[in-house]
């Protein structure tokens, strides 16, 4: 089966691609929100490496979030529009499950807080246990930094944190002294690959945005002030 991975709910854009043949590979092709120029030209530049045209794939897996509003937009109307005019599978996985399974994979048992950055002083947060499976533990949902650490203050037991929003606010975590910080930033393309092959097909993918938009909000704190 030949599968390409879409990952744009952070600051970076990535692609993953899994072949038949038995080949995988991700790469990251832009680290600075230019999703809209940098994804198709990386999914035809990919494909062409590897001699493939896009209706030899099979399938398409996508990030729905959470992330930042713009970036997913721009993954889920790509991902929808390829399944759709090329008639083959879609499925869509969530950006928090991803970091979840990406540490399970390097080894990471116990529990894990995936965090993606939110930007406005905010993360979206979800914890997990990992050992042979990966257990959501709670449902995604947005907190600050400091709620997060806040919760995780008094329970000795250890935990480990992963995702771009850890990085961006490593202070606040880093102050846990039972917390292991993981250098791990982006939602993983290689668990994505892995989900789609044993997940079923949907015939819509959702986005996960657990708030409004960024240029919403602040057309509502306009109209109150």
């Known amino acids: 089966m030949n599968i390409l991975a879409i990952e744009t709910a952070t600051t970076a854009c990535a692609v993953g691609l899994a072949t038949t043949s038995g080949f995988e590979m991700g ?3 832009d680290e600075d929100r230019h999703h809209t120029e940098a994804l198709t030209m990386a999914i035809d530049r990919v494909l062409r490496e590897f001699s493939l045209r896009p ?9 729905r979030g959470p992330g ?33 399974h990406g540490a399970q994979s390097e080894g990471v048992r116990g529990t ?5 950055d939110g930007r406005r002083g905010e993360v979206f947060v979800q914890t997990f246990h990992l050992d042979e499976v990966v257990t959501a533990l709670s449902p995604p949902r947005v907190a600050t930094p400091s709620e997060v650490a806040l919760e995780w203050a008094t329970p000795s037991a250890p935990v480990t944190f ?8 490593r ?22 690959l892995r989900l789609a092959r044993s997940r079923p097909p949907q015939s ?22």
Do not use: C, M
């Open 112 to 116: 894990l807080v995936g965090a993606v």
């Open 55 to 63: 209706r030899d794939l099979d399938r398409v897996v996508v990030d």
């Open 171 to 192: 202070q606040t975590f880093a102050a846990l002294g039972h917390a292991t910080l993981l250098d791990q930033a982006l939602p993983s393309t290689s668990a994505a």
């Open 27 to 29: 790469w990251v092709v």
């Open 162 to 169: 992963a995702g771009d929003g850890v990085l961006r606010y």
């Open 204 to 225: 819509f993918v959702e986005p996960l945005y657990l708030r409004e938009a960024d240029a919403v909000a602040n057309f509502s704190t306009r109209e109150r002030s």
């Open 68 to 100: 930042l509003f713009t970036g997913l937009r721009v993954g889920l109307a790509t991902a929808i529009g390829l399944t759709d005019a090329l008639g083959i599978d879609l499925v869509g996985v969530s950006s928090l499950e991803l970091l979840a």
